[in-house]
């Protein structure tokens, strides 16, 4: 069985909520993250993405001028490092959202997203495969 603490990353990137949209390009670019986990006294209160601040220069916001609080449309979804992934993918799927970040004790200790999903999966389907071509292959094969 898979566990979001399995999978997730840590070290997560976070932004204070009083940011501007280009504060936060900064802060994605300078770190090579795709997004940010923005954070107002220290907890979780939203996630903005590289599409969150293309999308808001797109519409013609000024950058500089523009804060992130106000991109901030969905209620902040979490999880726990126990979950299930099949459990944090249908959370995913239900509430129509990429990533979710992970809390411990009132901490944020990491982020787990489609991607990692995807990709744990697909290492598990390789293993599997890998098995059954095991389990089938004559006594006397040689690779």
């Known amino acids: 069985m898979l ?28 770190s ?5 986990v923005v954070t107002e006294d ?10 969150d601040v293309s999308r808001a220069v797109g519409r013609g916001l000024p950058p500089d001028k523009t804060a992130i609080k106000s991109l901030l449309f969905k209620p902040l979804i979490t999880v ?14 239900n509430a129509n959202v990429k990533k979710l ?7 944020l200790v990491g982020i787990i997203t489609q991607t990692d999903i995807v990709a744990s999966s697909f290492d598990l389907v390789t293993a599997l495969k890998e098995m059954v071509r095991a389990r089938y292959r004559p006594p006397d094969f040689q690779p």
């Open 3 to 30: 566990y979001v603490k399995d999978i997730a990353t840590r070290g997560v990137k976070t932004i204070p909520v009083s940011a501007n949209i280009k504060e936060a390009a900064v802060a994605m670019t300078n």
């Open 32 to 36: 090579n993250v795709g997004c940010l």
């Open 42 to 51: 220290g907890r979780p209160v939203g996630i903005i993405t590289e599409g």
């Open 80 to 93: 726990t490092p126990d979950l299930r992934v099949e459990e944090a993918a249908k959370l995913m799927a």
């Open 101 to 107: 970040p992970v809390m411990e004790e009132g901490r």
